[in-house]
């Protein structure tokens, strides 16, 4: 059974640091690795999506790495601002998505 | 383009009431699923529909039916509601079970109560 774990669960930053969230899976045998944000009491936004066969995939100031070897992936948050603050969710696909218990981000300003 | 929408956003029952939990996308995609998400933590997939005819179960399907109507709507049915089902349901939809590119997109939630 997959499973998914997201180190730290919660983290507090001042605003302008660059700072790295971590998902790490126990079976390599996925499709991809899907980076979520999840604002109080509202749905998931995807943020970046991973391939099986790729390295990492950048947008704006986020950047996503996957090492399916090792079972890890990170979330790579630069310059920080206050409306980063959020829940970030990883997950893994292998045809069924299994789901991290998320890190919840404050960014102070 | 509303990608995809659950109906209602809120509900209350009591123990042992049933009600029915809609979703419908209109991006054409093929896939279609139902998770749980309980304070705290993440989701958990309850059912999925990997394609129009097809239903499975997930990690949590106890207490729980799903219709899968056409290519556009899933729906998820809840015989007799217990407070364990207390939860903020999701339902997300993708263009392919099978395949490695395709991301899933999710509903705004529906914030279920068992009283």
């Known amino acids: 059974k997959q499973e998914v774990t997201q180190i730290p669960a919660a983290l507090s930053v001042p605003e302008g640091e660059n700072l790295v969230l971590n998902c790490s899976f126990t079976?390599?045998?996925?499709?991809?690795l899907q980076w979520f944000r999840q604002d109080p009491g509202k749905g998931l936004t995807s943020l970046l999506l991973?391939?099986?066969?790729?390295r990492e995939q950048t947008s704006g100031r986020l950047n996503a790495s996957l090492d399916k070897s090792s079972g890890r992936s990170t979330l790579y948050i630069a310059a920080s601002q206050p409306g980063d603050s959020a829940t970030y969710l990883c997950?893994?696909?292998?045809?069924?998505?299994?789901f991290g218990d998320g890190t919840t981000l404050t960014v102070k300003p | 383009n509303a990608g995809v929408t659950q109906t209602p956003k809120f509900q209350v029952l009591k123990t042992g009431q049933s009600m029915t939990l809609q979703c419908a996308q209109d991006?054409?995609?093929?896939?279609m699923y139902w998770y749980r998400q309980d304070p705290g933590m993440g989701l958990r997939l309850i059912y999925y529909s990997a394609s129009e005819g097809t239903t499975d179960k997930g990690e949590v399907p106890n207490g729980y039916n799903v219709s899968r109507l056409n290519k556009r709507e899933f729906s998820l049915r809840l015989e007799s509601a217990a407070p364990s089902q207390t939860s903020v349901y999701f339902c997300?939809?993708?263009?392919?079970?099978?395949?490695?590119?395709?991301?899933?997109?999710f509903g705004p939630g529906t914030r279920l109560t068992v009283t």
């Open positions: 991006m054409n995609h093929n896939s």
């Open positions: 079976d390599s045998a996925i499709y991809n």
């Open positions: 991973i391939q099986s066969s790729q």
């Open positions: 997950a893994v696909n292998a045809g069924k998505s299994t």
């Open positions: 997300a939809s993708s263009e392919s079970f099978f395949a490695v590119g395709y991301e899933q997109y």
